[in-house]
């Protein structure tokens, strides 16, 4: 049954954060808030992990996971930067943002998109997101917590619990800032196009 942590999102209890940390160490699934909507999030080394959050979410092989960063440094280690994408970058960092990028040598390649050598990264603006992170001194690797035939997120931290109680390890109950899917840029391209409209706003 999955542990459920009630969490201030201004003021995250930093022992409940140590205790989702282990869990995700040890390769568990958390349900985690973030600036748009929950996310299912793991690590990047746990490839069951991954398999299972696939089959919760009922997609393929080649469905992305984005990688949670804590900050623009973070991206730079497991993404290709030039200066035009690090400046856009920083004016929309943290923010409810999904950017593709040419993946770096620190990513694995199963973790690449199917047909190219990119990414997607983000860095949220949440509090509990962003605490974690630190906590974790790593990225973690995340999908939208929709579930197989739900027309939307799932975004009630009780909610989840119900839904997936016996198929997660954790449940994260905190505010979350928006309800619906980030925006998602693809920085490749110069200049950079909008590849899915979400609840940040581009241009």
Same mark, same amino acid.
């Given at each position: 049954?999955?542990?459920?942590?009630?969490?201030?999102?201004?003021?995250?209890?930093?022992?409940?954060?140590?205790?989702?940390?282990?869990?995700?160490?040890?390769?568990?699934?958390?349900?985690?808030? %973030?600036?748009?909507?929950?996310?299912?999030?793991?690590?990047?080394?746990?490839?069951?992990?991954q398999t299972r959050i696939r089959r919760l979410r009922g997609v393929d092989d080649d469905h992305p996971f984005t990688l949670i960063c804590r900050d623009l440094a973070e991206?730079? %280690?497991?993404?290709?930067?030039?200066?035009?994408?690090?400046?856009?970058?920083?004016?929309? %960092?943290?923010?409810?943002? %999904?950017?593709?990028?040419?993946?770096?040598?620190?990513?694995?390649?199963?973790?690449?998109h199917p047909k190219r050598s990119t990414i997607g990264l983000r860095v949220p603006k949440h509090v509990v997101t962003q605490t974690l992170l630190d906590a974790l001194d790593c990225p973690m690797l995340s999908m939208t917590l929709q579930l197989p035939g739900d027309e939307a997120p799932l975004s009630v931290g009780w909610e989840i619990r119900e839904a997936l109680e016996h198929q997660i390890d954790a449940v994260i109950d905190s505010d979350i800032v928006h309800v619906g899917p980030t925006t998602v840029l693809d920085l490749t391209e110069d200049p950079p196009s909008l590849v899915r409209a979400g609840v940040a706003p581009w241009p």
């Open positions: 049954m999955a542990q459920y942590f009630i969490i201030h999102a201004q003021n995250p209890q930093a022992r409940l954060i140590q205790q989702a940390v282990q869990l995700l160490k040890q390769g568990g699934i958390l349900a985690c808030p %973030t600036d748009s909507s929950y996310a299912l999030v793991c690590l990047m080394e746990f490839k069951d992990a991206i730079g %280690t497991y993404a290709k930067v030039n200066n035009s994408q690090f400046r856009l970058l920083k004016a929309l %960092t943290p923010g409810a943002y %999904t950017f593709l990028l040419e993946a770096s040598r620190e990513v694995p390649r199963r973790l690449h």
